[in-house]
């Protein structure tokens, strides 16, 4: 018997708990999940998706169905972000595919794209670095000085699939004019996998400090805050912290969600909760990152 997972209207971070608890456990039944009636989804959405299309086709009984969103331009875009040549892995999909190449255009700054390994952290930054040094300074209005902190946290995010998810994950990247909470251009990065998380890939060498504390929440508060991670050779654990540190420096947002636990650097502008427990569950990791353009003096 099939069970429906209902994809969000409006899938983006802040539906992804919703998605999450529809999720629910990928071994149970044959999923179906149902995009038919999704009218947006952010880049965080997508690969997040596919995290959880990878989760039930690994561990469930059957590969799992997935709907094409009925509205044209929504299929559409997926197809140009790249979601469909992906998908189309993990999912058995129904409905009519648009026929579409993925975009090179200056909105959509990279299309998912896998990260497997370290050859493809390395790809993700040397394909993104020229177009997003000009939508950086061009469109953002940030200095130059952000272009290299800029490849950092991608390539950081990225490499935290690599060294922590003991799976593949994605990463997708685009720059829109956010009006519903800033009104202003915005960045996006995000990257999904359907990997162990930050508590299990910590474990071994973190529970033993917290006991009974140990847990989702207090993995993520480790290797963000206390450079916390599963490698015992000095200099490892700083990515998260790095890429805190950058955001930060621009008024951007990080936000990280594992297991049933998320944690968020809160800019100004959002009103996002810095810890949140007790979520969902959720396969793997799940890392936000926006960068707004600078406001006029």
């Known amino acids: 018997m099939t069970r429906v997972v209902e994809v969000p209207a409006h899938f983006d971070d802040r539906s992804f708990d ?7 456990d990928p071994t149970e039944r044959r999923l179906l999940f149902d995009a038919h009636a999704t009218q947006w989804a952010s880049p965080y959405g997508l690969v997040g998706l596919l995290a959880a299309g990878q989760a039930a086709a690994e561990r469930g009984p059957e590969r799992p169905q997935l709907t094409v969103p009925a509205d044209r331009d929504v299929a559409h875009y997926w197809g140009r972000a790249g979601f469909f040549e992906h998908a189309k892995e993990w999912f058995e999909i129904h409905g009519k595919v648009p026929r579409v190449a993925a975009a090179h255009s200056s909105d959509v700054l990279l299309a998912i794209t896998p990260v497997r390994g370290t050859d493809d952290v390395h790809t993700v930054v040397e394909s993104i670095q020229e177009r997003s040094a000009a939508i950086l300074s061009g469109e953002l209005g940030l200095e130059a000085t952000a272009t290299m902190g800029f490849a950092m946290a ?4 990225c490499q935290n699939i690599v060294e922590h998810a003991g799976t593949s994950g994605w990463v997708a990247v685009q720059a829109y004019h956010w009006r519903r909470r800033l009104g202003r251009r915005v960045v996006v990065i995000a990257v ?14 973190q529970s033993g400090r917290f006991g009974d504390r140990w847990a989702d929440a207090t993995a993520l508060e480790a290797a963000l805050f206390q450079g916390a ?19 930060s420096r621009w008024e951007g947002k990080l936000s990280v969600r594992s297991g049933t636990a998320r944690i968020t650097i809160v800019p100004e502008w959002d009103d996002a909760n810095p810890l949140t427990d007790g979520l969902p569950a959720f396969p793997g990791s799940q890392v936000l990152m926006i960068i707004p353009a600078r406001q006029a003096e």
């Open 18 to 24: 919703q998605f999450a608890k529809a999720f629910g």
């Open 154 to 157: 991608l390539s950081e995010a």
């Open 192 to 205: 999904a996998d359907a990997g162990i998380g930050f508590r299990r890939s910590l474990e071994a060498t």
């Open 229 to 247: 991670s599963r490698f015992r050779d000095p200099g490892r654990g700083q990515g998260l912290g790095g890429i805190a540190r950058y955001l």
